[in-house]
């Protein structure tokens, strides 16, 4: 882990015009920076930079984040990674941290079989290629398979000899540890004796991001043996099955190129159309897609296009995870492969640029597919018919639809035509989903599990207009977060002979729950803790803070087209004022309409339980309560003069 100091080191360095003009060419515009998107097509600039606030977003296509964010998207670097390749560019010296005991002792088993897997990998693939048995069984198999000798050492093909024991007597006489290599599942004990557990196979080895092998798949050569026809590495430190796919090493730069990924069942299907030149190609093992998968493909691309025989047993189970990746805005295509074929032998039979072809012409929509499929099984029984129209209208109903709106109504149209209902009624029974999902999400955003939603996510979800309550709470974020920012951009400034503006919000925000938004409360409480500490927090603590969710948060809240450019300025006789020189005026009033939206809801909350039966007693009450909310509005609105807020 590196050290906090040198993190520290490496932000202060950072010069995000020059890290993200050595990656997208920037002309000056007024304060900010402005060029063409490197995240999505674009002929004129949307993608601006703002050197003050350290922060880029795209008024295209909404992406939006700091230096190290930029890396992260632009390069794919991991977090760690972007500090590495900073603190290289500015001449930054490592220093790593000392870990917990708990962290140093998995990072100790996680380096110990990385170690493994490389001797297992080498160890394998010299077998494969230099060995009597390796050459007569398994080099001989794979070529009769068609595979090219650059293709298996490219993926480190090998093969297990067909012994008791031969791996793990070679792995034992090299002093490796055995109980790690029990753990990285090459080994089994049988009778207290290691024994190898791939014997007579062809060995895959399976690799992370960076090219590391993390596991290994084992593949059977005879046909007639009861024996399953893959062994897996089990889960261990490495090897995690829901965030695997096989392939993704070899693929990164392609799916980049044609901004799509190809996904196979196997991993001779991805051998295959890499030998053949295709090489934007991944394998899922055949199971369905997990979030952490469908997440790893849409850091390279939105495309995502499923490969399987027409006839597999996985298309099915592939199906079953797509529901998310509408979800994860993935636009997600089908094509079966025809005539019992599957992509490995199909392009081995046509060629690749048949092959190309044919997935190009053959794309079928999965949520069309789906429908076809379910409709076919419904066949003419109603009951069957009426489950899958809530079925169509559930996964329509996750499509993002801030960000897919469009694309939703056609698919209400399509599906309806094939359904042969009401397009009115379909679209109903859509958003009576999209209701009860949202009232979902707010409840688990206000109760519980601060982490897992981002403030971001809420909030581009699409309200729906007949809902007033949502709809409040909604317009609330908007001015939650104007007071976050206030308090982030203005907090060491003065306000009052008592003090600095932090003290006067911190104060006001003392015991109050002014905020509901639970990831605003941690930014404010994370500032409460700094400040209480003796520091002048600023909005760079955490533009740059550890967890990305209050990161992202932060720069969400900025506004970088906020700031009236120097060159403006100039022009003009005498001094423009800034929000600089306004800064008290706009605390007061960012706070006075938090305060506003506040007393507007209690009076929503107060008025509605007047319409419910009281005694006369509970009636009074109420409505004291409705004229001392209406008093404190009519102050408030005062205050800001009398400006109306709908
Ligand atoms: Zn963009």
């Given amino acids: 882990m590196i050290a906090q100091q040198t993190i520290q080191q490496i932000l202060s360095r950072i010069d995000i015009i020059e890290i993200i003009g050595g990656f997208v060419k920037l002309k000056k515009r007024g304060a900010n920076y402005m060029g063409l998107c490197p995240f999505h097509n674009e002929k004129s600039p949307s993608f601006t930079v703002s050197p003050a606030k350290e922060i880029y977003k795209c008024f295209g296509c909404g992406r939006s984040g700091n230096s190290i964010g930029f890396l992260m998207e632009h390069e794919k670097y991991s977090y760690v990674e972007a500090l590495r390749w900073l603190a290289a560019k ?78 793990a007597r070679e792995a034992l006489a090299a002093q490796y540890n055995p109980e790690y290599l029990q753990r990285s599942g090459l080994v089994v004990l049988r009778d207290e004796k290691l024994l190898d557990n791939y014997r007579g196979r062809i060995i895959f080895p399976v690799h992370n991001q960076s090219g590391k092998t993390i596991g290994f798949g084992a593949r059977i050569i005879k046909s007639n043996d009861r024996a399953p026809k893959y062994i897996n590495t089990p889960e261990n430190e490495l090897y995690v099955k829901s965030r695997i796919l096989y392939g993704s090493y070899f693929a990164r730069q392609a799916i980049d190129k044609h901004d799509e990924c190809l996904l196979v069942e196997g991993y001779t299907d991805v051998l295959s159309l890499h030998q053949a030149g295709i090489e934007n190609v991944v394998a899922s093992g055949g199971t369905s897609l997990t979030v952490d998968q469908l997440r790893l493909i849409k850091k390279y691309t939105n495309h995502l296009t499923i490969i399987y025989d027409g006839d597999s047993a996985g298309i099915k189970a592939a ?44 794309k079928k929509d999965f949520i069309l597919f789906q429908l076809e499929v379910s409709l076919k099984d419904a066949a003419n029984d109603t009951s069957k018919k009426a489950a899958v129209v809530n079925q169509v209208a559930e996964t329509i109903a996750r499509i993002n639809k801030a ?127 700094l400040y209480a500490e003796g520091a002048e927090p600023g909005v760079k603590d955490f533009l740059y803070h550890e967890d990305p969710v209050l990161s992202a948060l ?93």
């Fill in 554 to 646: 932060v720069v969400a809240i900025m506004d970088v087209n906020y700031e009236i450019s120097h060159n403006w300025k100039e022009h003009f006789e005498g001094r423009l004022p800034t929000r600089e020189d306004l800064y008290k005026e706009e605390v007061q009033s960012t706070l006075n309409y938090l305060k506003l939206r506040k007393i507007k809801r209690m009076m929503a909350v107060n008025q509605k339980d007047l319409e419910n039966p009281h005694t006369s007693e509970e009636q009074l009450m109420l409505i004291r309560t409705h004229q001392h909310l209406k008093n404190l509005e009519r102050e408030l609105l005062h205050h800001l003069g009398t400006v109306i807020v709908k």
């Fill in 403 to 529: 960000e897919d709106f469009t694309k939703q109504q056609d698919y209400i149209r399509q599906c309806a035509e094939l359904l042969r209902i009401e397009e009115a009624g379909l679209h109903t029974l859509v958003n009576k989903f999209i209701r009860e999902r949202i009232a979902k999400q707010e409840n688990r955003s206000r109760n519980a599990e601060p982490a897992d939603l981002s403030a971001e996510q809420t909030s581009q979800q699409a309200i729906p207009e007949d809902d007033e309550t949502l709809n409040l709470l909604h317009k609330d974020e908007q001015q939650e977060r104007g007071m976050v920012r206030s308090l982030l951009e203005f907090g060491n400034k003065i306000w009052d002979e008592h003090g600095s503006v932090a003290d006067f919000l911190l104060a006001e925000f003392s015991d109050t729950d002014m905020i509901d938004n639970k990831q605003l409360v941690r930014i404010l409480e994370a500032y409460r803790t």
């Fill in 90 to 167: 500015y001449n930054v010296e490592i220093e790593e941290k000392e870990a917990s005991p708990e962290v140093r002792l998995q990072q100790q088993v996680a380096d110990s079989l990385y170690i493994i897997n490389g001797f297992a990998q080498r160890y394998f693939a010299d077998i494969l290629f230099n060995n009597e048995q390796g050459q007569d069984i398994g080099l001989s198999y794979l070529r009769e398979r068609g595979f090219r000798d650059e293709i298996l050492h490219k993926f480190q093909v090998g093969y297990c000899l067909e012994q008791r024991d031969a791996f």
């Fill in 319 to 362: 199906l079953r995870g797509l529901d998310m990746a509408l979800e994860e805005s993935l636009d997600v295509k089908l094509v079966l492969i025809p005539d019992r074929e599957d992509p490995d032998s199909y392009v081995r039979k046509v060629g690749a640029a048949a092959f190309r072809d044919f997935v190009d012409t053959h």
